[in-house]
């Protein structure tokens, strides 16, 4: 059973950036891929950005893709999400999720294994 832990949420200005971590604790974290997902108020869960145990990009929203990048350590088990250029819609509970094997999209009802969150919220 894995289990996920979210940091590096916080409250940041437009334009601003933050970093995003998600410690994986449990074995064979090299064969999970790992997504970043988050949920707006009022909004349903949406896929952000997702890696694959590889190092692969599975795919990155459109709203993320030129502003956040998603890496992988697998020395420590660890995934990141780095956010730039943030924006005021980026604002909400970001979750980092798991699931073993390769899933063909960064859909949230693809994976299994979740984190608590970490809030981010942008804002003047």
């Known amino acids: 059973q894995l289990q996920l832990v979210e940091s590096g949420g916080g409250l940041v200005q437009p334009g601003g950036s933050l970093r995003l971590s998600c410690e994986v604790s449990?074995?064979?974290?090299?064969?999970?891929?790992i997504g970043w997902f988050r949920q707006a108020p009022g909004k349903e869960r949406e896929g952000v950005s997702c890696?694959?145990?590889?190092?692969?990009?599975?795919s990155n929203a459109d709203s993320a893709k030129g502003r956040f990048t998603i890496t992988r350590d697998s020395a420590k088990t660890s995934v990141f999400l780095e956010m730039d250029s943030l924006k005021p819609d980026d604002t909400g509970l970001y979750y980092c999720?798991?699931?073993?094997?390769?899933?063909?999209?960064?859909?949230?009802?693809?994976?299994?294994?979740w984190g608590q969150g970490t809030q981010v919220t942008v804002s003047s």
């Open positions: 999720a798991a699931v073993r094997g390769f899933p063909p999209r960064c859909d949230p009802g693809g994976y299994l294994h």
């Open positions: 890696i694959a145990a590889s190092g692969r990009i599975i």
């Open positions: 449990g074995q064979f974290f090299e064969y999970y891929s």
